[in-house]
């Protein structure tokens, strides 16, 4: 992927116009080895909205024959990841035993509890070719009372997730609930997770919730008559009604839901106890994690 300019996030000046919105981020440039991604959360300023405490976005980015997705088995404790891509395809494997592509529209949810390790590449089949790849990863928080909850892995099919008409502008509802449908897609506190695609000129009311942010994937919208452009989270003021207006042809995804109180995250590890982070530290360091069937020769090292 190609370097991404590093921008502060702005704070929002009710002059202009944006009194609904608490503050505007732009991602920051995050090198995963061999390629980069758009980091929007967490930063210094804002940690979580609702319980997702990370949001990454990749590409688009194109890989030559023989190059693609590469990453290592890594652990996570204490969290949910959520891998939703546009294009591309990415072969999951973890320490269940679970094998799956993860192909466009598709939710991969891992649920990582007391501990998971898993991959993530392409199968030589994709990575023969020329290809694509486009999507976010996402984390969830869990509640404490789940933090330690056996790990699972849940895997829907594009065709499971609902879609809605909406004055015209084509929704999905990935996880929560929203426009009068619910996703099947399993959730461990209250959770929004919507995607739009909007024309130039259309309009689309935000869902309400206690927490929300809107991400522009790509193109460019206004909300309240603040612009947004393209790779900008636009996180929301509470209980307020927002409609945004597309500029230009648009894909956005929002988040949003519950607050679940402080989380402490370090390298790949969620959690509302630090001591619960340090264990798990230790614990990868001396290769205490289970390991991925059919992808064991390999792991990232724990960062010093």
Known sequence: MS???RKPELPCDISTGCDAIKLIITPRDKDLGGFSVRRTLPTARLKMVGPWIFFDHMGPA?????????????????????????EGEILHRDSLGSVQPIRPG??????????IVHSERERPEITAERHRLHGLQLWLALPEEDEEMEPAFYHYRA???????????????????????????RTFAKTLY???????????AIPHGEERAVYVVEG?????????????????????????????DSLIAVIGGEPLGKRFIEWNFVSSRKDRIDQAKTDWK??????????????IPMPE
């Open 3 to 5: 370097t991404l300019e």
């Open 62 to 86: 194109e890989f030559e024959p023989g190059d693609g997705i590469n990453v290592r088995p890594h652990p996570h404790i204490n969290l949910a990841t959520v891998t939703y891509l546009f």
């Open 106 to 115: 598709d939710v991969n949810l891992m649920v990582a509890g007391k501990g």
């Open 159 to 185: 065709d499971d997730i609902p879609q809605v008409d909406v004055n015209g502008v084509p929704v999905r509802v990935i996880m929560g609930q929203a426009y009068g449908v619910q996703s099947p897609v």
């Open 194 to 204: 919507v995607e739009a695609r909007l024309k130039a000129g259309q309009t689309l």
């Open 220 to 248: 460019r919208i206004q909300a309240r008559g603040t612009p947004l452009p393209a790779h900008s989270m636009a996180v929301l003021n509470r209980e307020e009604g927002v409609t945004i207006e597309a500029h230009e």
């Open 286 to 299: 001396n290769r205490s994690f289970p390991l991925v069937p059919g992808d064991s020769d390999e792991f």
